[in-house]
Protein backbone atom coordinates (compact mmCIF):
# COMPACT_ATOMS: atom_id res chain seq x y z
CA UNK A 1 0.00 0.00 0.00
CA UNK A 2 1.47 3.36 -0.82
CA UNK A 3 2.78 5.18 1.89
CA UNK A 4 3.28 3.03 4.40
CA UNK A 5 7.36 3.08 5.56
CA UNK A 6 7.18 -1.00 6.34
CA UNK A 7 5.92 -3.82 4.00
CA UNK A 8 2.95 -5.35 5.59
CA UNK A 9 -0.21 -7.71 4.87
CA UNK A 10 -1.91 -6.03 6.93
CA UNK A 11 -4.65 -3.41 5.52
CA UNK A 12 -3.70 0.04 6.97
CA UNK A 13 -6.90 1.26 9.01
CA UNK A 14 -7.42 5.10 9.28
CA UNK A 15 -10.14 6.97 11.37
CA UNK A 16 -10.29 10.62 12.37
CA UNK A 17 -12.97 10.24 15.77
CA UNK A 18 -12.11 6.88 17.43
CA UNK A 19 -10.96 3.58 16.58
CA UNK A 20 -11.54 -0.21 18.20
CA UNK A 21 -8.84 -3.54 16.77
CA UNK A 22 -9.50 -6.59 17.62
CA UNK A 23 -8.80 -10.22 16.30
CA UNK A 24 -12.79 -10.78 16.53
CA UNK A 25 -15.13 -8.62 13.95
CA UNK A 26 -17.87 -9.34 16.43
CA UNK A 27 -15.97 -7.55 19.69
CA UNK A 28 -14.70 -4.58 17.81
CA UNK A 29 -18.22 -3.70 16.74
CA UNK A 30 -19.29 -4.05 20.33
CA UNK A 31 -16.43 -1.48 21.16
CA UNK A 32 -17.28 0.67 18.79
CA UNK A 33 -21.14 1.05 19.25
CA UNK A 34 -19.79 1.92 22.68
CA UNK A 35 -17.94 4.69 21.57
CA UNK A 36 -21.00 5.91 18.63
CA UNK A 37 -23.18 5.74 21.81
CA UNK A 38 -21.07 8.62 23.77
CA UNK A 39 -18.54 6.34 25.93
CA UNK A 40 -14.99 7.27 25.79
CA UNK A 41 -12.02 4.89 25.21
CA UNK A 42 -11.99 3.51 28.61
CA UNK A 43 -15.64 2.45 28.00
CA UNK A 44 -14.85 1.08 24.31
CA UNK A 45 -12.25 -0.97 25.85
CA UNK A 46 -14.35 -2.62 28.59
CA UNK A 47 -16.88 -3.32 26.39
CA UNK A 48 -14.73 -4.89 23.78
CA UNK A 49 -12.54 -6.83 26.30
CA UNK A 50 -16.49 -8.25 27.94
CA UNK A 51 -17.49 -9.17 24.73
CA UNK A 52 -14.12 -11.06 23.36
CA UNK A 53 -14.69 -13.20 26.10
CA UNK A 54 -17.79 -14.21 24.75
CA UNK A 55 -16.76 -14.69 21.25
CA UNK A 56 -13.36 -15.79 21.63
CA UNK A 57 -12.79 -17.21 25.25
CA UNK A 58 -10.37 -19.39 24.21
CA UNK A 59 -7.82 -16.20 23.60
CA UNK A 60 -8.62 -13.62 26.76
CA UNK A 61 -10.03 -14.11 30.01
CA UNK A 62 -11.85 -12.03 33.15
CA UNK A 63 -8.27 -12.03 34.81
CA UNK A 64 -6.09 -11.51 31.89
CA UNK A 65 -4.01 -8.36 31.95
CA UNK A 66 -4.21 -5.61 30.51
CA UNK A 67 -1.62 -2.89 28.75
CA UNK A 68 -2.68 0.67 27.68
CA UNK A 69 -1.46 3.63 26.24
CA UNK A 70 -4.01 6.25 27.54
CA UNK A 71 -4.39 9.46 25.53
CA UNK A 72 -5.94 13.02 27.24
CA UNK A 73 -6.64 15.58 24.70
CA UNK A 74 -7.52 18.12 27.40
CA UNK A 75 -4.12 17.78 28.94
CA UNK A 76 -2.09 15.88 25.96
CA UNK A 77 -0.48 13.74 28.18
CA UNK A 78 0.18 9.75 27.54
CA UNK A 79 -0.52 7.55 30.76
CA UNK A 80 0.64 4.09 30.38
CA UNK A 81 -1.26 1.09 32.19
CA UNK A 82 0.28 -2.16 33.20
CA UNK A 83 -2.36 -4.04 34.52
CA UNK A 84 -0.50 -7.40 35.06
CA UNK A 85 1.10 -10.45 36.95
CA UNK A 86 0.12 -9.04 40.34
CA UNK A 87 -1.56 -12.04 42.29
CA UNK A 88 -3.85 -11.51 45.39
CA UNK A 89 -3.09 -9.78 48.32
CA UNK A 90 -3.46 -13.46 50.44
CA UNK A 91 -1.94 -15.12 47.78
CA UNK A 92 1.60 -15.04 50.14
CA UNK A 93 4.68 -17.20 49.63
CA UNK A 94 3.41 -18.83 52.76
CA UNK A 95 0.11 -19.57 51.22
CA UNK A 96 1.88 -20.99 47.78
CA UNK A 97 4.18 -23.47 49.73
CA UNK A 98 1.41 -24.41 52.20
CA UNK A 99 -0.85 -25.53 48.59
CA UNK A 100 2.21 -27.58 48.00
CA UNK A 101 3.40 -25.22 44.90
CA UNK A 102 6.90 -24.55 43.45
CA UNK A 103 8.92 -22.87 41.13
CA UNK A 104 9.21 -26.41 39.60
CA UNK A 105 5.56 -27.26 39.92
CA UNK A 106 4.14 -23.37 38.75
CA UNK A 107 0.46 -22.71 39.35
CA UNK A 108 -2.46 -24.72 38.26
CA UNK A 109 -3.64 -24.31 35.22
CA UNK A 110 -7.48 -24.20 36.67
CA UNK A 111 -9.03 -22.04 39.05
CA UNK A 112 -8.71 -18.93 40.67
CA UNK A 113 -4.68 -18.63 41.42
CA UNK A 114 -3.49 -18.60 37.77
CA UNK A 115 -5.85 -15.15 37.49
CA UNK A 116 -4.11 -12.32 38.03
CA UNK A 117 -5.30 -9.23 39.68
CA UNK A 118 -4.53 -5.72 37.59
CA UNK A 119 -2.56 -3.20 39.54
CA UNK A 120 0.24 -0.70 39.18
Given amino acids: MAGLRFPSRRSAVLALHGMVATSQPLAAMAGLRTLIGGGNAADAA???AAMLNVVEPMSTGIGGDCFALVFEARTGQVSALNGSGRSPAAFTLEEAQRR???????LPLNGPLPVTVPGR
Avoid at 100 to 106: A, D, R, Y
Wanted: charged share 10%; proline share 10%.
Fill in 46 to 48: VTT
Fill in 100 to 106: GLTPETG
